[in-house]
């Protein structure tokens, strides 16, 4: 299911900084920044690349349930952390300030998500609910130490209250790029 929402976003982001900038390649790429042994990714130069940084358990939801059929697991409400992250080396800095301009534009005006608006996305998902997540400058540190990179000009999103019931989500879902 992540897979399908991560997907499904990508996409929908893609179009709208393609047709913002008038490209006809790919603007966004969904892949970690480097590989295991800390190298840069080549796929990410030049554009938007999107990776998980958090999964966590909506525990709100789950205090107030109440469970309808003894002996069935109740459902999982889970919120996913997605980074957005701009790499354009050989100092082309400001172009990666204009990229993230253009995400954060782009979920300023796109911050729900259905089967109906979001070509992609599995018809299971009945809506989905995207925040911006302030990360402190302490926590960024954190954060890009671990992945293995400097910082380079990022933005979070929280995506809200996905629910997992145990059925499977097999489509699969081809790459942006």
Known sequence: MIHNIVASIGYRLNEYIKNSLSLSEEAVVISSLVDLKGNIN?????KI???????????????????????????????????????FPNF?????????????GFFQSNNTFTPSDTPLLSNSIDKLFLEYNNVSLEDIGKLWSNIGTN?????????K????????????ISNIM
Do not use: W
């Open 42 to 46: 080549p796929e990410i130069e030049n």
């Open 49 to 87: 690349s999107i990776f998980l940084v958090n999964i966590e358990e909506e525990r709100t939801s789950k205090n107030g349930y109440f469970q309808k059929s003894p002996g069935v697991n109740p459902q999982a409400r889970m919120d996913i952390y997605l980074m957005f992250s701009a790499y």
């Open 92 to 104: 082309n800095y400001m172009e990666s300030l204009r990229y993230i301009s253009l995400v954060i």
């Open 151 to 159: 910082y380079v000009p990022s933005v979070c999103y929280k995506v």
């Open 161 to 172: 209250h996905i629910v997992f019931d145990g059925e499977t989500i097999s489509e699969n």
